[in-house]
């Protein structure tokens, strides 16, 4: 098994409510290992050309709009098969589906303001850790 990264977003909702900590903790805990972390304000733009993917689906607007309106905990984690650890760790994007014990099951106001935003294979984890991090960033 290889040891991989992974990119976390810790939301505005979730830094709005001083959840920051307890995400690392659980982070940490689950065997993953947080090597590069910046706290933020997104701007526009910045959500927009992160989700670009996302810009012909009805929810767009919104979630830039959600994504922009304040702090939000970019990270890069490292683990053995992090990007799968991390997304059982980060339950179903709609909370009410996610699994007891997971962040957005725990965390999560509503599907759009899920608490966390973690990459969904290798390849868009090695481009969304590029969109934030410099290489020099990271310290492994």
Same mark, same amino acid.
């Given at each position: 098994? %290889? $040891? *991989? #990264? +992974?990119?976390?977003?810790? &939301? @505005?909702?979730? $830094? #709005? #409510?001083?959840?920051?900590?307890?995400?690392n903790a659980r982070i940490e805990k689950s065997g993953l290992r947080i090597v590069a972390q910046k706290r933020t304000v997104l701007s526009r733009a910045q959500v927009e050309s992160f989700y670009a993917a996302h810009k012909d689906r009805s929810f767009f607007p919104e979630l830039c709009a959600f994504m922009a309106s304040g702090p939000v905990v970019i990270q890069v984690l490292e683990g053995v /098969?992090?990007? &799968? &650890?991390? !997304?059982?760790?980060?339950?179903? $994007?709609? @909370?009410?589906?996610?699994?007891?014990? +997971?962040? !957005? !099951?725990?965390?999560?106001?509503?599907? /759009? %303001?899920?608490?966390?935003?973690?990459?969904?294979?290798?390849?868009?984890? *090695?481009? /969304?850790? %590029?969109?934030?991090?410099? %290489?020099?960033?990271?310290v492994g």
């Open positions: 098994m %290889a $040891t *991989q #990264r +992974t990119l976390s977003i810790i &939301k @505005p909702d979730a $830094t #709005r #409510r001083n959840l920051t900590g307890e995400i /098969e992090a990007v &799968k &650890k991390y !997304r059982a760790l980060m339950g179903a $994007t709609n @909370p009410s589906q996610a699994d007891q014990g +997971t962040l !957005r !099951r725990d965390f999560a106001e509503s599907i /759009e %303001a899920n608490s966390v935003h973690g990459s969904d294979s290798e390849d868009s984890a *090695q481009e /969304e850790i %590029a969109f934030f991090f410099a %290489a020099m960033d990271i």
